[in-house]
């Protein structure tokens, strides 16, 4: 029997953060560490000013300057610069000093979280990329977010038939129209990545272990994921567990 996933629509807006406003500071003049208790997230767009992707580079562990390096698609190696050096700046701002004493470490499913050293303290933090944006979401419990760009698949129904469950894939063709279809898929894809990401397993795990439902905006379900196709062309989803 799979487990439920309980899923709502975001009917608010998603925010755009510039790079720029990532590596100065400025994107998180407002955050604390009593707010990162709960999930934040931030959409953040791939640059085309090097200079700015040089600087991102100079934020990293020495660990991931070598991982870096070893990527050999320019799309691939921007994303992981943004992506890093977004949580290294929400890291210095939150920690201040601290900054310093901060572990990088990984679970046995090799999803990364942060650690002050000598403390109980942790952070959890994921990532999840597409064409010309990064997302992150950071807080102190398990976190999953994916981001996807909406295109056309030409084997919808085999990829659905391989990640979703019966009721799922009945779901996705409930329409004859394809541009519905797609649409359902992508939300459902979403949800489901960002949930089995917060378990630190990914698709490592069966992806037809877990069922999706969805609900409306009023429910009062816990650890809910939630979804939005509020950037024209995407999907976005996070689960959001305090």
Not at 32 to 53: C, G, K, M, N, Y
Not at 91 to 97: A, E, K
Not at 178 to 199: G, M, R, S, V
Not at 224 to 229: D, H, L, R
Request: glycine share 4%; hydrophobic share 40%; net charge negative.
């Amino acid at each position: 029997m799979p487990t439920r996933v309980y899923c709502r629509a975001w009917t608010q807006s998603v925010p755009i953060t510039l790079c720029q406003d990532v590596i100065s500071g400025k994107a998180f003049e407002n955050l604390t560490l009593d707010a990162i208790a709960t999930s934040h997230r931030w959409i953040v767009p791939i640059p085309e000013d090097t200079h700015l992707l040089e600087h991102c580079l100079t934020l990293l562990t020495k660990k991931e300057k070598e991982r870096a390096d070893r990527f050999r698609h320019e799309g691939a190696y921007q994303q992981f610069l943004v992506g890093h050096a977004t949580v290294h700046s929400i890291m210095r701002h939150l920690l201040g000093n601290d900054y310093e004493e901060v572990e990088w470490m990984e679970t046995e499913h090799h999803k990364p979280f942060i650690r002050i050293a000598d403390t109980n303290q942790a952070f959890e933090y994921n990532l999840s990329h597409c064409e010309g944006f990064i997302a992150v979401a950071v807080g102190t419990a398990p976190q999953g977010i994916d981001i996807e760009k909406q295109r056309h698949l030409e084997d919808l129904e085999g990829i659905s038939r391989q990640v979703f469950t019966d009721s799922e894939v009945a779901q996705v063709f409930s329409s004859q129209d394809a541009n519905q279809q797609h649409a359902t898929f992508y939300k459902f894809w979403t949800c489901k990545e960002a949930a089995l990401k917060a378990d630190g397993t990914g698709f490592m795990k069966d992806p037809k272990s877990l069922e999706l439902y969805f609900e409306d905006a009023t429910a009062e379900s816990s650890d809910p994921v939630f979804w939005s196709a509020a950037m024209e062309g995407y999907n976005l989803a996070w689960t959001e567990r305090a």
